[in-house]
């Protein structure tokens, strides 16, 4: 049934007598802004429920295997990443071999609290693994000065297979040069041993400061440089951290 007038209120306290043909007209010019702002205000909604949690703990563990017994620890390692992300507080979690020094991995994983980060750490020394593996737990600093650490974890996506070996190329100047600054704590590239275009940059530096200098270095700047006319996507996040616990 099809009604030839309806009322459209307009204020609280007063309303017009509007035809059908007037009715269709206003809310074809009014509808797109009330859509917009139902979207917008879900948006606003979607972006507050859907934040992530923080991280406030980091486990980091370097591992060196024998040089034959290189696979099978990377075999052992398949669910690392799958069983860490169920611990408590888990946010995200990587394992990776060194991309220049295959007899090196790294387990590497993010938490809500450095509580749970420390909690897992124990869980994973008392597996019996062949590896020799220094490990620590950074519990993230709320604020940070001269003796605060500082971890960056950068993560590089969507490298073509073809580019992979350019990458490579241009990296291992920048992590042997890194590595002779004085207060560079750790500068490793890492790449997955299940897929060979995804990597993982773990940068620790003796604190803020140190990570300045090394901005400002050739090796950096050079290959900051290749790395944006090669058009791949990278992400870092940086933490600044207490001194960590063994």
């Given at each position: ?132 593996s220094e490990t620590a737990v950074y519990e993230v600093a709320k604020h940070a000065d001269a003796s605060t650490p500082l971890i960056i974890a950068v993560d590089f996506d969507g490298i073509p297979a073809a580019s992979v070996a350019e990458f490579m190329k241009i990296s291992k100047p920048l992590r042997d040069g890194t590595n002779t ?66």
């Amino acid at each position: 049934m099809r009604a030839s007038n309806v009322f459209f209120f307009i204020k609280r306290s007063s309303c017009v007598n509007v035809s059908g043909k007037d009715f269709h007209h206003i809310m074809r010019n009014i509808f797109p802004f009330v859509m917009a702002f139902a979207f917008a205000f879900a948006g606003e909604c979607f972006a507050q429920t859907a934040k992530p949690a923080d991280t406030a703990g980091v486990f980091v563990s370097i591992d060196t295997v024998k040089r034959d017994g290189i696979k099978a620890y990377a075999d052992s390692q398949k669910g690392f990443e799958e069983a860490a992300r169920k611990a408590a507080g888990c946010l995200r979690a990587l394992f990776m071999q060194n991309a220049f020094y295959k007899d090196k991995f790294i387990r590497y994983a993010e938490f809500s609290s450095a509580a749970d980060a420390k909690k897992f750490a124990d869980a994973q020394r008392a597996l019996n693994t062949p590896a020799q593996s220094e490990t620590a737990v950074y519990e993230v600093a709320k604020h940070a000065d001269a003796s605060t650490p500082l971890i960056i974890a950068v993560d590089f996506d969507g490298i073509p297979a073809a580019s992979v070996a350019e990458f490579m190329k241009i990296s291992k100047p920048l992590r042997d040069g890194t590595n002779t600054e004085k207060d560079v704590l750790s500068y490793e590239l890492y790449v997955s041993p299940e897929n060979p275009a995804r990597f993982f940059l773990f940068e620790l530096y003796k604190n803020r400061a140190a990570h300045a200098f090394h901005s400002k270095q050739p090796h950096f700047t050079d290959w900051d440089k290749k790395c944006a006319e090669m058009k791949f996507g990278r992400k870092g996040k940086f933490m600044d951290a207490k001194a960590p616990s063994k």
